[in-house]
């Protein structure tokens, strides 16, 4: 399984840009692992207490306690997650949906629509922020810098990967990207919707070189407050600071042209489903209706009442189960 990693650049906001935001992951790799058809939402979501700990465990050498208290704190955080947040991003979708068919998914519609996100995201982050301080709090000096030395592989692999691409190149990858993401939810889009995909994405800024350079800024930061160990208090606060504003790094020019690019993804939206024929249209508004009613449904659930880490989980069954029961 690949590493997670932060949004790729171009990619529309400045405040998610650069931020390892879990909630973000937690809603994205639901939507992308179900959206194939062949495994429901519910099941990934039940499955993420072990598979986000294995992620980040790929991060730190770290010994046996360590690795149950990331576990205990990722279920913890998901389950609060489960109740307090999933809710709101199934009325949301619902939302969305609903307005989908009724032509208000406008690009001010949908800059509010990305504002109530933000305004999730920092709630979780400052739920989050005491249990991440917590376990970060017990890393050694070695595995501070085993972390960064891994998040560094995933940098130069990263500029690796950028180096060998023209722009051109680039925005091609970023052109088939977008058109694969929007198809998931709408179905095979017309060679006029495409065109509009492409022509928008080459209107979009390329700050490849710049975007990680900022990674790698803030990745001194983080590795700097790690080592200090500041009191507790203050640990969370900085550890909050720069976590909810990720981009404090960056050049004034450089937020600017981030920014232009979230608004051009933001209009493109809404072109796009002004576009949409009546079975593009379904499609779209039966997938996101599909999941908000799976949460709905996850957060009615008591996961960690019904398991508390002792014995066989009892979400996890064979792949050849799940396809058959999905």
């Known amino acids: 399984m690949a590493t ?3 949004a790729t650049p171009g990619s529309a906001g400045a405040r998610l840009t650069r931020a390892r935001r879990h909630l973000a992951t937690v809603v994205l790799l639901i939507i992308a692992a179900s959206a194939g058809g062949c495994i429901s939402t519910r099941f990934v979501y039940n499955q993420l207490d072990w598979i986000i700990t294995w992620q980040l465990s ?12 990331l576990r205990d704190t990722v279920g913890r955080q998901l389950d609060w997650v489960r109740t307090a947040q999933l809710p709101a991003y199934a009325e949301l979708l619902r939302a969305i949906a609903r307005e989908a068919g009724t032509g ?8 509010a629509i990305y504002d109530q996100m933000i305004v999730l ?4 982050l400052r739920h989050v922020i005491p249990d991440a301080v917590a376990f970060l709090s017990t890393l050694s000096d070695d595995q501070v810098e085993y972390m960064i030395d891994k998040l560094e592989e995933e940098n130069e692999e990263l500029a690796e990967e950028y180096s060998g691409r023209t722009p051109e190149q680039r925005q091609r990858r970023r ?7 929007l198809q998931r939810f709408t179905g095979r889009l017309n060679s006029e919707q495409k065109a509009l995909v492409g022509s928008t994405v080459a209107s979009m ?26 009191p507790r208090a203050e640990f969370e606060a900085r550890l909050l600071a720069i976590s909810i504003d990720p981009n404090y790094v960056d050049r004034p020019e450089y937020r600017a042209q981030v920014e232009a690019n979230q608004r051009i993804v933001l209009g493109l939206m809404a072109e796009i489903i002004v576009s949409l024929d009546d079975k593009q249209r379904q499609r779209f508004q039966g997938r996101l209706n599909d999941f908000a009613q799976d949460f709905d449904r996850l957060a009615a659930e008591q996961f960690s009442a019904a398991w508390s880490g002792a014995g066989p989980n009892p979400w996890l069954r064979s792949s050849a189960d799940v396809v058959a029961n999905n």
């Open 205 to 230: 800024y390329d700050n490849s070189e710049e975007w990680l350079q900022g990674r790698r800024l803030w990745q001194q930061a983080f590795r700097a407050l790690l080592l200090e160990r500041p």
């Open 4 to 6: 997670i990693r932060r």
């Open 104 to 111: 208000e998914l406008t690009t001010s519609r949908w800059q």
């Open 175 to 181: 052109e088939k990207a977008t058109i694969k993401g």
């Open 58 to 69: 790929g991060y730190f050498d770290l010994e046996k306690e360590q690795s149950q208290q």
């Open 121 to 124: 995201f920092d709630d979780f």
